[in-house]
């Protein structure tokens, strides 16, 4: 009889194996066997943790943004000031890209596979990018920025085009630009 230990541990490397395969091949590209033998288990197991492709697509995407979440926690305590604190997520995004290979967004990927606005991996999708417009909101609020709504929807206008160029153009390095152009959006918005 398999531990919660096992089960954990096993979820977890489907979960693994899901996200490289998602990935190097397309979501849609990748089908359930593929999967399982890629983590070394049989269609029965991975069927015991997923009742359905759907439902690890989503886990895969939900436990990026457990880890999206923590290394945005890490980002905020390395600096003091709410503005670093903005730019920090800018360093980050360009930190992530690269270690995704530069593939680029898989909540971007995700969504282009899953029209579907209602769909339940649009909703992980939708979760995740909401996540990131409150943190900048949070952080421009900190920092006593005027216009946020309009500064918000910049900053995550550029943090999404550079993650995009930088998959699209494999050069990570168009977050230099996008962090310049951030800092002056910062700059303007600060209380007079």
Same mark, same amino acid.
Not at 3 to 31: M, P, V
Not at 50 to 72: G, H, M, Q, T, Y
Not at 87 to 98: I, K, N, P, T, Y
Not at 119 to 136: E, F, S, T
């Given at each position: 009889? #398999?531990?919660?230990?096992?089960?954990?541990?096993?979820?977890?490397?489907?979960?693994?194996?899901?996200?490289?395969?998602?990935?190097?091949?397309?979501?849609?590209?990748?089908?359930?066997?593929?999967?399982?033998?890629?983590?070394?288990?049989?269609?029965?197991?991975?069927?015991?943790?997923?009742?359905?492709?759907?439902?690890?697509?989503?886990?895969?995407?939900?436990?990026?943004?457990?880890?999206?979440?923590?290394?945005?926690?890490?980002?905020?305590?390395?600096?003091?000031?709410?503005?670093?604190?903005?730019?920090?997520?800018?360093?980050?995004?360009?930190?992530?890209?690269?270690?995704?290979?530069?593939?680029?967004?898989?909540?971007?990927?995700?969504?282009?596979?899953? #029209?579907?606005?209602?769909?339940?991996?649009?909703?992980?999708?939708?979760?995740?990018?909401?996540?990131?417009?409150?943190?900048?909101?949070?952080?421009?609020?900190?920092?006593?920025?005027?216009?946020?709504?309009?500064?918000?929807?910049?900053?995550?206008?550029?943090?999404?085009?550079?993650?995009?160029?930088?998959?699209?153009?494999?050069?990570?390095?168009?977050?230099?630009?996008?962090?310049?152009?951030?800092?002056?959006?910062?700059?303007?918005?600060?209380?007079?």
């Amino acid at each position: 009889m #398999p531990t919660t230990r096992d089960f954990t541990a096993n979820h977890q490397k489907l979960i693994d194996a899901a996200s490289a395969l998602f990935f190097r091949d397309g979501i849609n590209a990748t089908g359930i066997a593929a999967v399982a033998e890629f983590a070394g288990m049989s269609k029965m197991t991975l069927y015991a943790h997923f009742a359905s492709k759907d439902e690890l697509i989503v886990a895969f995407l939900d436990k990026r943004n457990e880890r999206w979440e923590a290394a945005v926690q890490q980002s905020m305590a390395a600096s003091e000031a709410p503005a670093d604190k903005l730019l920090g997520l800018f360093d980050l995004h360009r930190q992530w890209l690269r270690e995704g290979g530069l593939r680029g967004c898989p909540y971007v990927n995700s969504a282009a596979e899953f #029209p579907d606005r209602a769909h339940p991996v649009r909703l992980a999708v939708d979760r995740h990018k909401r996540g990131v417009k409150q943190h900048l909101l949070d952080l421009a609020e900190m920092a006593g920025l005027s216009d946020l709504q309009t500064l918000v929807t910049r900053l995550f206008l550029l943090l999404e085009g550079a993650f995009l160029t930088g998959a699209l153009e494999n050069d990570d390095s168009v977050f230099l630009v996008a962090r310049g152009l951030a800092a002056e959006l910062i700059q303007a918005a600060q209380p007079a």
